[in-house]
């Protein structure tokens, strides 16, 4: 998968420290079992996601509820009734967590669904396409894939403001960029193989060897590659909150929480408003790596080489 | 070679050209523009009319974009919608500042996580590695502000040193308070970057590791140090000054969120600021000359990994 064809020697073989060697070469032969890593991220994973569709139908109160309406005696502390402790509008921090996990992953999921819809139509498309369509569509590409993420997302918020729409088409659009890269690297890199020239030469037409024979080989490293995206998108996204860019008040969301209660740091009457939302973020993106790191392992990549 | 690098260094202008236009294009989308947010509730049609004429904002799009364009590269990035103020005056201190962190964390960060990364490269599969290729991982996997939040926990409010928020001009100060100034943003790009390091050193001292000639050298009997230093390292020179290039491009990013947690005033926060209240000016200005310092340092990094790798320079 390694081998640059001749358009991608311009572009740095680097994607946020995530290069394609990492993703396994082949399917998995039997399947997936997951080690005690695997199994620890699934657990952590799952436990987010049941958060993220029950939470507001399990969560103690409204997400913008001040569970003690005039009573600043422990201000921000945690306390019976708001374990977590509460923001600088004294609102529950548990809960807050609660309603945006699903805000958090649910736009990020989507932005990701997006990205690869995009990526992967426009990525197969070019490797079984003519040479100049595929060279028009890398050179547009290469363009948006040399700009750092958060500056193509500022400047797009900067034109048409925030709302969670655009925030969604806004991290899909800029990561379809990077599965359009590894979309169309996996797919040349197929359409090269004797089994496709057989196919062609048994007069197979190109949506035959897209569906019977690039989609079954492609699939695994793409799925795995899935995982690995959504992470950069949930840090996207929650990077965008948190310079007030992303999610906008009153919403919970993990990213604007941090930044909402950044002020009690100067006076410290708790860290946790900081540092509970920020730990929401970061085990939920470790332990969707450590499902991707077992997959990838599992699958024979070359990652289990090198672990 | 040669022919190679002026290839790029041409991808690269277009790359930028590009790049100014997507930038431009992305101020252009919505109905409002800059001369309707600086008279803000003031605006009639006829000086309206008046400001855009001004402005040149009643010209074609292309005209527009040349005029930018062409100032940008003069060095007259406009004024400020909010402030009226020169861009050039708003950015002079602030650039100096951002440059200081990025420069002391790459100085810092860089020679730290390359020795802990060739370290852990070394003794692959020991509990060394093991342990720092989890942490950095993790820690890559993490959102920025995490990691600030987590040292501000440990020295801000554990042992009292340094400050969380980073106010006001550094003028002034003597050499030591200036440290504990910016050590919470450098240490926590260090840490950022650091995690990309150690991972992608390793990578590279451990590829060039398991070349032919190094198992050469092994069945030779070469005493394993001299492997390293005099085999392996050499080798992997190339490659890792390719991933110092990447990294310090990643420096651009991450520096964005470090410096607006700690309330740094550099040139990220200023963007920010110009982002919330629509300064388009602004944001087209500062955001140029972020993309460009990026597209330097890939082009960098480029350049690097030919010259350190002959089968980049002649492909099949």
Known sequence: MSTPSETEHFVAPYDEGVTFDELPDAPPRQGYKPSITGWIGIAVVGFWLFIAVAGPFIAPMGENDLPFPDDYSEFQKPRVGAPLGTDVEDRDILTRIMYGAGRTIGISFVATSLAYLVGVILGIGAAVSSPRVDMILSRVNDAFLSLPTIMLGLVVVAAVGSSIPVLIATAGLIYATVVFRLARAIGMEIMVMDYVEAARARGEGTWWVITREIWPNARMPLITDFGLRMIYVILFISSLSFLGLGVQPPQADWGSMVRENLGTLQYGASILPVLAPALAIATLTVAINLIVDDVSAHGGGKLSKRM | MWSLILKRIGVGLVTVVAVSFIIFAGTKILPGDAAQIQLGQNATVENLAAMRAEMGLDKPYLIQYFTWAGNFITGDLGSSLASDVPLTQLIADRYQNTVMVAVLTALIG??????????????????????????????????????????????????????????????????????????????????????????????????????????????????????????????????????VALNLAYLVTGVIVVEVYFGYPGLATLIVQGVQSRDFVMVQGLGMIFCLTYVILMLIADVAAYASNPRLRHPK
Do not use: C, W
Not at chain 2, 131 to 160: D, I, K, N, Q, Y
Not at chain 2, 185 to 195: C, R
């Open chain 2, 110 to 243: 860089v020679p730290i996580s390359l020795l802990m990364g060739i370290l852990a490269a070394m003794f692959p599969g020991s509990a060394y590695d093991r342990v720092l290729t989890f942490v950095s991982v993790s820690l890559v996997a993490s959102p920025e502000f995490l990691t600030a939040t987590l040292l501000v926990l440990l020295f801000v409010l554990g042992m009292g040193i340094g400050t969380a928020v980073v106010v006001g001009s550094t003028e002034g100060k003597g050499f030591f308070s200036l440290i504990s100034h910016f050590a919470l943003p450098i240490t926590t790009l260090s840490f950022v970057i650091a995690s990309q390091l150690i991972r992608m050193s390793r990578a590279a001292v451990l590829n060039v590791m398991s070349s032919p000639y190094i198992e050469m050298a092994i069945l030779k009997g070469v005493p394993r140090h001299r492997i390293i230093f005099r085999h392996a390292l050499l080798n992997s020179i190339g490659p890792i000054v390719n991933v």
